[in-house]
């Protein structure tokens, strides 16, 4: 049994990682990285409602997962229409602002959810790899196909989204479409890996490992491999540690993904 445990947990890091090179390369090379921590924040809070739905009978399911995907989403769409022409910076203020409200609704709804239904909410802060179920890591393999589909399909919008928007609309792009598109499949892929590294090590180990790539390659192609490298070195680093010693994995992944990118970081200093 222990051994299964494992062996999943193991399972749903390989997923993180790849989730961590896809949605991260396109979030950082966007200049996005704060809606990584905007949507796990906001996944706190679609829990906390989640949970108090459930637990004052209204829904007949456990809801803190599919509250906390749906408050995610939220928060990219509100992301995504402000930006619709590409204003980075007016897409950070809405999402600090969604960022502070969705952690108001969390501390709210807390205050009506009976005392044993609270981890439940603080499980999304913190995570916990070996409490993934197996429809967890379904629901990341989902995504990760999902992805990698998207991506085999779309590569060259993506990138054009990215780089230059105005440029991709000037050249008949649908850029609205792929914008959307691309900040709803960050957003979905931070919100279910929350669930397993918490909204606290989220952005270290969806962030860190692809800036770390940026600082060392010279192609997009580059970023993706280096960053699943880095983001694989990191978690199964925690998991491993974990094993050994008592110690949180999602803590440890977090500590080498930053140790890592401050590493590339002197390195691309040096060179220059």
Not at 8 to 32: D, M
Not at 169 to 198: D, F, N, W
């Amino acid at each position: 049994m222990i051994g299964y445990i494992v062996l999943r947990a193991a399972l749903g890091l390989a997923l993180i990682a790849a989730l961590s090179a896809l949605a991260g390369t396109f979030a950082v090379l966007r200049g996005l990285s704060f809606i990584v921590a905007g949507v796990a924040h906001a996944a706190l809070g679609g829990a906390a409602l989640g949970v108090f739905l459930s637990s004052s009978g209204i829904l007949p399911f456990d809801a803190s997962l599919y509250g906390a995907i749906g408050a995610g989403l939220l928060l990219a769409l509100t992301a995504a229409y402000v930006g619709e022409r590409g204003a980075v910076g007016e897409m950070e203020t809405a999402i600090g602002v969604a960022f502070a409200l969705a952690m108001c609704v969390a501390v709210f709804f807390m205050y009506y959810i009976p005392p044993e239904q609270a981890p439940k909410i603080w499980g999304f802060l913190v995570g916990d790899v070996m409490l993934l179920t197996d429809s967890d890591v379904l629901l990341l393999l989902c995504i990760t196909l999902a992805w990698l589909a998207m991506v085999a399909l779309f590569h060259r919008e993506f990138t054009y989204i990215v780089f230059d928007i105005e440029g991709a609309e000037a050249h008949g792009l649908s850029v609205r479409r792929y914008h959307y598109a691309l900040l709803l499949m960050i957003a979905l892929s931070v919100t279910v890996s929350t669930k397993a590294i918490g909204a606290i090590i989220v952005y270290a180990v969806m962030i860190a490992p692809v800036a770390a790539a940026a600082n060392i390659s010279s192609s997009m192609k580059k970023v993706f491999g280096y960053g699943f490298i880095f983001a694989s070195t990191a978690c199964f680093s925690g998991l491993l540690l974990s094993l050994v010693l008592d110690i949180s994995p999602s803590a440890v992944a977090g500590i080498v993904s930053a140790s890592i990118y401050l590493t590339t970081l002197f390195i691309k200093k040096g060179v220059r």
